[in-house]
């Protein structure tokens, strides 16, 4: 029933947000979109049948979708808009179904308390105020940033996944159907990794969300993290050696900007020039939060001239850096915000200089950071970690009962209360109740794990 109510509101989100952007459909190519569809048509007519014209610009995920506009219409914009509605629909309705299992993990882990009812608001809150932010304009509306919301949507997806394949945190697994069923997750995980960096090379900090992800929010540790799924984090790690094929290493040395406008010689521009100017550009984003009519398609350096936009931006790196050392050092799920809005930035507004030192539509996954921050009501229900948590050599011990015992340093039981020894049926999308645990039989009689509810 729980797993129903969540699809149902990630349902609500994909409606509520194409209602809201339909009048993109009316919108004509514009600025990139002239140069890129009908300057280049020649290279959106069957992609599928040349390798080079699926590769070029470095994104042959979105050469393969204009391919596919253009076949079904022609340059009718319509279509374009359609395509680029429905994906960043689908990535709002993702994002309320990966809010929903973050909350669920850390009920779960007792980091955070709170009502199932606050949890299903909480998600929805989330997933519409960051789908409908008119900072989201740019990519909803200007079809050549399709390839922000398409990387966005399958980093999104590898995030549930990755979900998914935590269920199953304690391996070997004895039942061959769910070693089948870990392995899907995990071919699934790395699938979306590599989608994400074929539609944009910047999803190349996708590994690095993950990772952090599974530390702060589903296994609490960087030890449990590593300890539980050190193979899996090890193959998304591996998928960054797409962006080889892809050109991007080369085109990072190359003399010019290239098609993707990056590089490291881009217009005369140093590695440290551009550091210091993106200062600027990440004071000039979180005005843009706040203050939409801030907002531009395209900024330029002219724009980053205003004092207040280096104060504000060195202020937000500086409470990025102490909020999250603080969050490392306490072991406090927080610290996933600050982090996570500083790996989705990572690569455009880094040290490789960018033909555009600033643009609205970067913001795509970083801005679910601060609307993460509005479910303020997990603040208030946060309570204080057990002494096994605090602990860093703190273990969870499967039992083969399918219960789970907690020991710390190997001295015995903690100080834990009981009831949270006990990990009964569990769905990401559902309650969470510490029921006994379901040992429905499998093919193989001697396995007797603790299955999660999905219905």
């Known amino acids: 029933m729980h797993t129903w109510r969540g699809l149902i509101l990630a ?10 952007w339909r009048a993109a459909l009316k919108a004509d190519f514009v600025f990139d979109d002239v140069v890129r ?22 994104r042959p995920l979105v050469q393969l979708s204009l391919g596919m ?56 809150s989330i997933a519409l105020l960051w789908s409908l932010h008119p900072l989201q304009t740019a990519v909803a509306t200007y079809v050549i940033q399709r390839a922000e919301s398409m990387a966005g949507l399958f980093t999104l997806m590898a995030v549930l996944c990755l979900c998914g394949a935590a269920r199953w945190s304690h391996p070997p697994v004895a039942c061959a159907r769910e070693r089948v069923r870990v392995a899907a997750w995990v071919v699934a995980v790395v699938g979306c990794c590599l989608l ?58 190359a003399s010019g900007a290239g098609n993707a406008g990056a590089g490291l010689r881009v217009a005369n521009m140093t590695p440290w020039d551009y550091g210091c100017l993106q200062v600027r550009a ?26 207040w936009t280096v104060v ?40 490789v200089p960018l033909a555009d030192v600033a643009a609205d539509h970067r913001m795509y996954l970083a801005a679910l950071r601060g609307d993460g921050c509005c479910g303020g009501n997990i603040r208030c229900h946060v309570q204080p970690r057990t002494s096994a948590q605090r602990c860093s050599r703190y273990t969870r011990k499967r039992c083969d009962d399918g219960t789970t015992t907690d020991r710390c340093c190997g001295r015995g039981l903690c100080n834990k209360p009981a009831e949270s020894r006990v990990r009964g049926p569990v769905s990401p999308l559902g309650s969470g109740d510490r029921t006994p645990p379901d040992t429905r039989a499998c093919a193989d009689q001697s396995c007797r794990n603790t299955h999660a509810t999905w219905a």
């Open 11 to 20: 349902a609500a989100v994909w409606i509520v947000v194409l209602l809201t």
């Open 37 to 58: 569809i009908m300057g280049e048509e020649r290279l959106i007519v069957a992609p599928w049948d040349s390798w080079r014209a699926m590769v070029a610009g470095q």
């Open 69 to 124: 506009n253009h076949y079904l219409g022609g340059l009718d914009p319509r279509g374009y808009h359609a395509f680029n509605m429905l994906v960043h629909a689908t990535a709002a309705a993702i994002a309320c179904v990966v809010a929903l299992c973050c909350i669920q993990w850390l009920r779960i882990r007792k980091s955070v308390q709170m009502t199932q009812n606050a949890a299903y608001f909480c998600a929805f």
């Open 196 to 253: 994400a960096m074929a539609a944009k090379p910047t999803a190349a900090s996708t590994p690095a969300l993950l990772l952090v992800i599974d530390v702060f929010v589903v296994a609490g540790s960087f030890r449990a993290a590593l300890g539980a799924r050190w193979l899996l984090h090890a193959a998304l790690w591996a998928t960054t050696l797409a962006l080889i094929p892809l050109g991007v290493v080369r085109g990072l040395f």
């Open 282 to 307: 990440v004071g000039l984003y979180m005005g843009e939060v706040v203050c939409p009519w801030l907002m531009s398609i395209d900024h330029g350096p002219e724009e980053l001239v205003a004092t």
């Open 312 to 351: 504000v931006g060195a202020a937000t790196l500086t409470a990025i850096a102490v909020i999250a050392a603080f969050a490392v050092v306490r072991g406090a799920w927080w610290g996933i915000l600050p982090i996570f809005f500083a790996l989705a930035l990572a690569p455009t507004s880094s040290f």
